[in-house]
Each structure stands twice: as C-alpha cells, then as structure tokens.
C-alpha cells in the first residue's frame, strides 16, 4: 500500500489455506449440509469448551433462532442494548416481541444491570445481553437478575469472538452465545455465524430451526415445525476452518494493532482513547471518542479527505428512522447511550495493518480535531 492510498476501514486476511479448503469442498461435489459444516461446529466447540455448536447464515440467523426457541411472541417483551448492531433488536421483533432498551455503562457501553433490572415489567421474558466493541457485559450479574425474575438468556456475542469473562468463555454460561462472521470481524466466513451451547435439547431445536423445522431424527424431508433456511453452506464453513487455524494469530494482530493506536490516541487532546477496564477485550474495532463539542461529522469529513476512512459508529437503535416511525422512539429516551452514539468514530482497523499506517490515522486525526477546535464552531446536536 503506499503512502497516499485510502487506508480502509476493514480487510480480511484471506491465504492459501482458505483457498485450498475452498476448493476441496467444490471438488467434493457437496456444497451444503456437508461434512465441512460439521468440522466448523466441531472445531467451535471444541475451541470454546462447550458441548454444541450450531453453524448458521449469520449471526442474526442464530440470534433469531435463539430468541424463537424461548417461545417469545407479540405482547412480550426483551430487554436489550440500543448500542448495538440493528440485528439484535430485530432479532427480537422477528419473534414478535418488543425489544426495550436498557441504558448502557458509559465506560464498557454495555447495558447497565440496574437499568435493565428497572426495565424489568410483568411482561418482560427475556434478557438478550450484547458484548459490544468486543468487551464484555455484566454477564453474571445480569444472569443474577435473569435468575431472581425467571427470565430467559441470549448472548449477543456477534462482535465478541472467542471473548471471555473473568476468563471464563462467553457461551459456557449456560444460556446460547452467538457469533457473526461478517467480513469485518475477527475473522470471517464471508456472511455466517454460530450458536454455542452446552443445552443437548437447544442443540438439537437449533439445528432442527436453521434446517426448515427438519424433524429432530433427521428424516429426509420430514418436517415437524416451522423452521428456518439458515444454513452455513460448506463453501463457508471451509472459509471459516481455515480463519480458525489462524484465529491466534489474527487476534494477535488487531491487539497490536490496537496498542499502537491507544498509545497514540492519548496524546491527541479531544478524543478519548477506547475503555480499558478489569475485562479483556476482543479487539473488534478501534473508535475512539471525541469530545461533546466536537462536530463528528467535520471530523469524519477530515480525515476521508485525508484518505482515511472513517465511519460514525454505532448509530443507537432506537432511534433508527424505522424503530423511530413504527414505535414511537424518541431522541432523549437513552441520554448516555445517545452521547456515547454521537461521539464515538470508527477508524480503520485490522490484523494486517502496519504501525506507519496506524500513525498516518493518528496524524489526520490529531489535524481534523485541531481544524474544528480552530474552526471554533461548537456542534449543533
Ligand atoms: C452486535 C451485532 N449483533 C448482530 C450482528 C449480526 O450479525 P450478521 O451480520 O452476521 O447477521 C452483528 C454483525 O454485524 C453485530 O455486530
């Protein structure tokens, strides 16, 4: 890449081994429900320390097929995370039920448990937990919550690969995890994702879900509920093995990649560099803070002039034009959640970027902040 090209704000690693995986499942003839799909959930499992995995379309595949398996319908309610990708919400109302959104920790961004214990109403069946940027919720004190009031878990672990609590492994909590292998993330399937469980009963509705309700002994064409076509084909699943064998090493990269960017983020008056608290984080993607009377979008403007891409990240959910005109939502629902949203920017992030691009971001960012605080014109927000 040389001095002057767009630094892009994501890129997979993609080699031989993913190319050679690749091209035995198309020799093979068999594309889909293969053997390829079956080593994925093995290697998962096995990987996480789980009994089952439960390879599927996408990470709102597996949310959706998780949230259905509750048995939520219209007039219930789950209580979630507004700083989050749409998909976990919309998983919820694909159920019919109605997501309600818990205030989050300004720190972590992930939901505050006494928000989501005040949100809790006669009507209220369900937590869906979102570890958010990477770091992980309060998972066992929103367990302790789900507990006292009988509510069902779902881990929105979509941005979280491999992550852990106090090193203990998201999914091994006793409620489903999922994951998401869009090609942005810590590693890829192109589009795909995964259920982690240790539920021999969840394991088998799971797979029953995502194969067209197919009846649980597995009959040809026998079809004992309404299910799903939310399958992994084989072509991924082969993406996916060989994304694992290099997962490590992958991971490795964006926490490299990360420590250059913290170190130089904190020097550049007017951004806060990403939270590092008691948790480890699963490094997802780098975006920084800036402060409230910055104008975001100047800054944005800034840097994509500089040739660095750079993206608002996360717009909340509520207030998305749709959840906004279909369910009433309002700017000021959520103050923290909603200043978290307006200020935080997506800089480019991944495993094989080199330290002068690293610094070439910092730079364009230390001169767009500087260019607005000249500017002198506080945001309007
Ligand atoms: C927090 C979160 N939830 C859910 C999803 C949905 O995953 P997918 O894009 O694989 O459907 C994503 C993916 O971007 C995500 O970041």
Known sequence: MSAHERIPLA???IGARERELVDEV????QLSLGPFVTRFEEVWAERIGVRHAVACSSGTAGLHCCLHAL???????????????????NAILYTGATPVFAEVDPHTFNMDPAAVEAAITPRTRAILIVDIFGYPAEVPALLDIARRHGLGVVEDACQSIDGDF?????GTFGHPAVYGFYANKQMTTAEGGIVLTDDPELYRLLKSLTNQGRSDDGQWLVHSRLGFNYRLSDVHAAIGIAQVERLDDMMAGRARVAGWYQDRVRAI?????????PQRRSWFVYAPRLDQDLDRDAVIGRLEAAGVSAKPYLPCIHLQPFYRAEHGHR???????????ASTVALPFFPEMTEAQVERVCEALGAA?????????????
């Open 331 to 341: 700017p000021g629902e959520l103050p923290v959640t909603e200043a978290i949203s």
């Open 269 to 277: 008056e007017g951004v806060s560099p990403m939270f590092e608290g």
């Open 26 to 29: 198309l020799r093979s003839g």
């Open 166 to 170: 106090d090193g203990r492994k998201l």
């Open 11 to 13: 890129r997979p690693v």
């Open 369 to 381: 902040v500087a260019a607005e605080r000249g500017a002198g014109v506080p945001a309007a927000r």
């Open 71 to 89: 048995g939520l319908g219209p007039g219930d309610e789950v209580i979630t995370s507004s700083f989050s990708f749409v998909a976990s919400a």
